[in-house]
């Protein structure tokens, strides 16, 4: 059974896209394991993660909102999504 690389792919799909800088909204741990940042740097994307309030507030979208079934809180989506953009982000993920 093929196994698709879902972070080599979306690095690749959003270089083909024309971005020039990723934004990796994700959990502490993805981010720690560098699992987008190394396909990024794999075909010369840059790329940014929020910054720490901004990436307390994805934690709590995925793990206190998402997972619980809850309705997303748009305002700490945006508020990550605007930190990213801040960092020069033209997409993100």
């Not at 720690?32 to 840059?46: F, M, N, S």
């Not at 910054?51 to 979208?61: H, N, P, T």
């Amino acid at each position: 059974v093929p196994v698709l690389n879902m972070p080599r792919l979306t690095a690749a799909d959003a270089k083909a896209a024309g971005c020039h800088k990723l934004g990796i909204l994700a959990t502490d741990g993805t981010l720690l394991a560098e699992t987008y940042q190394i396909a990024c740097r794999d075909i010369g994307l840059e790329w940014a993660a929020p910054g720490e309030q901004a990436q307390r507030g994805i934690m709590s979208i995925i793990y206190d909102e998402i997972k619980q079934g809850k309705r997303v809180d748009m305002q700490l989506f945006n508020a990550a999504v605007d930190d990213l953009h801040a960092q020069g982000c033209d997409m993100a993920v």
